[in-house]
């Protein structure tokens, strides 16, 4: 492992558990029944824990949206040709995608890295640690060598302080990739120990026959690839993406400066996973923006032990889901800071008199 993420892996500490009891207490003397704003409370909850702050600010949000392209999608397993990964990105730094909408409404700063798209793209508005020109079609041989992993992975790290050190408070995680679930859905099946049957969906919009097909790819390719388990930088290297390993570093960095992170769909998610076996601790940073249709997402959640907060169901990827549910974040942070307690507001609490 490179020493300097093997320093930052060690690094990451459990979350405050004293001051989520103490932000559960307080909620409680809120003017309202105790418990009556359900998840928004443990929201509110999990923040103070993740930032050590008894009112922890979740704004500004930040959006890192990392793209790549894959030697796999030479085996015919997406609906759309590799070019669109390049088109999309010129798409994100124009302000056009989904994502740009989406982060506008919740006044994200919006970055876009590319850390392996087969073409070049000049453009100052695009932060460029390509990797390689695309991973190396995995069915073939593996996808990356270990440097290149612990390159991504570095790559990620570093996207997620500098945007940190600028003051984001909230970190949102987003992709791009043609071909991108096919090594998504076997990183799930691999580290879950579940059939690729289980763990592969349609993607973008391929056909029944291609879904066949992708299945059978897959299959093949972790049995010739034969990736350990119990070694996540192995799955990785064997079989995923410059993007996924991106975002497993985003979130190590993130931890490390306590800051919460929200996971987008099934791709983010494959890289959380990567991120909790790198460090147990993780699992507390992190909320679920969403569960989507690819039937991995909701297996790579129950594995990290995630509840998604909005089921909408999308399979767009680029951090919608997860920008979507940024605002439900503020609102718990509002709610705790800004609701008055019984007594402030003179209302009597389950029979107590007024103080």
Known sequence: MNRQIQKLIQSIEPIHQERMGETEAYLDTLTKPPGSLGRLEDIAVRLSGITGQEAPPVSPPGILVFAGDHGIVEEGVSAFPQEVTVQMIRNFLEGGAAINVFARKIGAELQVVDVGAVSEIQNERLVSRKIAAGTRNFLKTDAMTKQQAH????????????????????????????????????????????????????????????????????????????????????????LGGFEIAAISGAILAAGKARIPVIIDGLICTSGAMVACRLNANIKDYLMAGHVSLEPGHRIALEDIGLEPLLDLELKLGEGTGAALAFPLLEAAVRMRNEMATFDSARVTNKGRPIQ
Do not use: F, Q, W
């Open 151 to 238: 390159a991504a992975l570095l790559a990620g790290i570093e996207s997620a302080e500098e945007m940190i050190a600028r003051g984001i408070k909230c970190l949102i995680l987003g992709e791009m990739g043609i071909g991108n679930t096919t090594p998504a859905s076997a990183i799930v099946s691999v580290l879950t120990g579940c059939s690729v049957e289980k763990a592969v969906g349609y993607g973008t919009g391929i056909s029944d026959d291609k879904k066949l097909h992708k299945k059978s790819v897959i299959e093949e390719a972790v049995r010739l690839r034969d990736p350990d388990r119990t070694d996540p930088i192995d799955v990785l290297k064997k």
